[in-house]
């Protein structure tokens, strides 16, 4: 069973920096992508960031320039750089792996999702 652990999240003034760091165990075969989805109070869960196993990176409109996404495939870890942050920042954050796994009936893809880290960031 993969599981995955986050780490990072806190509480920072605006203009502050964090880091988010997901690391993944388990019985993965292959990394498909990694990425990073936040859910503010009463809105819905949205995608920040994403990154694939060859390193090809996509950002949401509103954290592009100041966030920064990267992955250590041999770590089965995956980052997320948050620079600049904004109140609006505020949320939770969950890191997602898609990977492939061998179970009983062959190779096929899964996805999961960490536990979330609350980042709050303050005005």
């Known amino acids: 069973q993969v599981q995955l652990v986050e780490s990072g999240g806190g509480l920072v003034q605006a203009g502050g920096s964090l880091r988010l760091s997901c690391a993944a165990s388990?019985?993965?075969?292959?990394?498909?992508?990694m990425g990073w989805y936040r859910q503010a109070p009463g809105k819905q869960r949205e995608s920040v960031a994403g990154?694939?196993?060859?390193?090809?990176?996509n950002y949401s409109d509103s954290v592009k320039g100041r966030f920064t996404i990267s992955g250590d495939n041999a770590k089965n870890t995956v980052y997320l750089q948050m620079n600049s942050l904004k109140p609006e920042d505020t949320a939770v954050y969950y890191c997602?792996?898609?990977?492939?796994?061998?179970?009983?009936?062959?190779?096929?893809?899964?996805?999961?999702w960490g536990q979330g880290t609350q980042v709050i960031v303050s005005s």
């Open positions: 997602h792996f898609s990977v492939n796994e061998e179970r009983a009936g062959g190779l096929r893809e899964y996805d999961h």
């Open positions: 388990g019985n993965i075969f292959s990394i498909n992508a």
């Open positions: 990154i694939t196993g060859s390193g090809r990176t």
